[in-house]
């Protein structure tokens, strides 16, 4: 997708920290991060929205969050952690590329990302 930022780091027209990579996704740490560890999985496929899913889409985003556990060391969380999928203007969506928030680190409030 032209003029996306996350397909840029996905194909690395873009350089950022990449911390984990697989067939699927990748993550990288946020640049804004809103609890002690925000990392976001960003599917290498481009998609904004739950509701523009293919089945294929929805057994990749399962695959992802199967992943995201088994990454209990890299990611720090071993305490507990918060997924976070902001879909929308409401929600405070800034990137329209679906992304998973990933956030720990600390206790957490009711107040998502
Ligand atoms: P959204 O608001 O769409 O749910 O999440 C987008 C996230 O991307 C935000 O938390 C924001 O801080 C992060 N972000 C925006 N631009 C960049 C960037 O250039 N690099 C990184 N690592 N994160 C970014
Ligand atoms: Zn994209």
Redesign the pocket.
Known sequence: MENC?FCKFVSKEFK?EIVFENDDFII?????P?AKNHY?AIPKKHFKLLADMTADDACLLGRILKTIPTLCNLLRLENGYRLVV?QGDDA????PHL?V?ILSGQKMEWNP?
């Open positions: 930022l950022t990288i740490k946020d640049i804004a809103k976001l902001n405070g969506q800034t990137v992304h928030h990302a």
